[in-house]
């Protein structure tokens, strides 16, 4: 049996992108961005400045986006498209958006469509369980386990809790 593959669920809120960057390299993870429109009003957030940053590391999904993202109920743009782009990719991924709790996010609706599909796990990076980060160290480890955590990392993770 094959080991899942990791999707992880990232919310820039509060972060930089160099700590997106930092987890990106140590999980071995492309990142999908999965707003409607890439832009923010932090400019170093913006889809330019991303793709410059994680270079081929980076894909805009908007197929992926809330097109109600300015207010209304969530709805997602193009789910099958957004399957198929997630197809085109190998490895971990991560899923990008603002909210920093993604329960009150459209991007627990995309976990939730890549949850399931067969043989993907989607651990989100901001529950606050010590289990949920437990997860991700095994999940890392068993995607890549000739690497070691980085303390960026954790401390990462220990900010979200």
């Known amino acids: 049996m094959s080991e899942p593959r990791p999707v992880f669920g990232f919310g820039y809120s509060g972060k930089t992108p160099h700590d997106l960057l930092a987890v990106a390299e140590d999980l071995g993870a492309t990142v999908l ?6 832009r923010s009003r932090r400019p170093e957030w913006s889809r330019k400045r991303l793709s410059q940053l994680l270079g081929p590391r980076y894909i805009h999904v ?7 993202f300015k207010g ?24 990008v958006c603002i909210c920093a709790d993604s329960s009150t996010c459209h ?36 995607d890549q386990p000739d690497r070691q955590a980085r303390p960026s990392q954790m401390a990462l993770a220990e900010t979200e809790r």
């Open 62 to 68: 908007p197929q992926f986006g809330n097109v109600n």
């Open 107 to 142: 991007r627990s609706n995309v976990a939730a469509l890549l949850g399931a599909v067969p043989g993907v796990r989607v651990v989100e990076m901001d529950l606050p369980r010590e289990t949920d980060s437990v997860e991700m160290d095994l999940l890392r480890e068993k």
């Open 33 to 38: 961005d999965i707003r409607f429109s890439p």
């Open 72 to 95: 209304g109920p969530v709805q997602i743009s193009d789910p099958e498209g957004g399957l198929a782009a997630f197809d085109a990719t190998s490895g971990a991924v991560i899923l």
